[in-house]
T-cell receptor
Framework: GENVEQHPSTLSVQEGDSAVIKCTYS??????FPWYKQELGKGPQLIID?????GEKKDQRIAVTLNKTAKHFSLHITETQPEDSAVYFC????????????????FGQGTILTVHP | EAGVAQSPRYKIIEKRQSVAFWCNPI?????LYWYQQILGQGPKLLIQ????????DSQLPKDRFSAERLKGVDSTLKIQPAKLEDSAVYLC????????????????FGPGTRLLVL
């Protein structure tokens, strides 16, 4: 099955700095890579996702890059703010045309991001 | 648009007792997922429903866990009997209909039920 490794496990930055979280996956058939933010006591919330036909995607201060050859993808947060402090999870999933493998997300272990004012 | 609803939010039981969790997905979402999130780890899929049918339950410990989605809307997840290692957050998620659209769809998560087994 798919295996997703996420690094670092904790990340501490100063407000205004950039933060980068990296993930690697094992199954070359994976083609959908979402990133979730989880605040204390809440469920994960999607912040950005990327599909395998795209190398990079941006949404304001957040960007995700994907390297299919190396099987890794990264989350970039620029101009960090204290409200960005949370646990971030990467995930991978695969779907094959006409197949049944839709939906199952394999998550990384999570990164605790702390942004100091 | 209302989000995924789960209840109860917290539950404390003793080992060997039974417990049930309830989930109401976003209206119109055909696919429903139950995940187990152990402290300090990412969520792990337990079971996936498409309408009222099971798509994937390969990681569900079937000797003690069961789940149903009888009318294709609400779902319940049951543990009987509970073990200490079942202490975790149980997350329910839903998505529109990835099978029908032929691609992955965003999964929306509920707030989770925090279970502590003593």
């Amino acid at each position: 099955g798919e295996n997703v490794e996420q690094h670092p496990s904790t990340l501490s930055v100063q407000e205004g700095d950039s933060a980068v979280i990296k993930c690697t996956y094992s199954d070359s058939a994976s083609n959908y890579f979402p990133w979730y933010k989880q605040e204390l006591g809440k469920g994960p919330q999607l912040i950005i996702d990327i599909r395998s036909n795209v190398g990079e995607k941006k949404d304001q201060r957040i960007a995700v890059t994907l390297n299919k050859t190396a099987k890794h993808f990264s989350l970039h947060i620029t101009e960090t703010q204290p409200e960005d402090s949370a646990v971030y999870f990467c995930a991978a999933s695969m779907s094959n045309a006409g197949g049944t493998s839709y939906g199952k997300l394999t998550f990384g272990q999570g990164t605790i991001l702390t942004v100091h004012p | 648009e209302a989000g995924v609803a789960q209840s109860p939010r917290y539950k404390i039981i003793e080992k060997r007792q039974s417990v049930a969790f309830w989930c109401n997905p976003i209206s119109g979402h055909a696919t429903l997922y139950w995940y187990q999130q152990i402290l300090g780890q990412g969520p792990k899929l337990l079971i996936q429903f498409q309408n009222n049918g099971v798509v994937d339950d390969s990681q569900l410990p079937k000797d003690r866990f069961s789940a149903e989605r009888l009318k294709g809307v609400d779902s319940t997840l049951k543990i009987q009997p509970a073990k200490l290692e079942d202490s975790a957050v149980y997350l329910c998620a839903s998505s529109f209909n990835p099978r029908r659209r032929g691609r992955q769809e965003t999964q929306y998560f509920g707030p989770g039920t925090r279970l502590l087994v003593l």
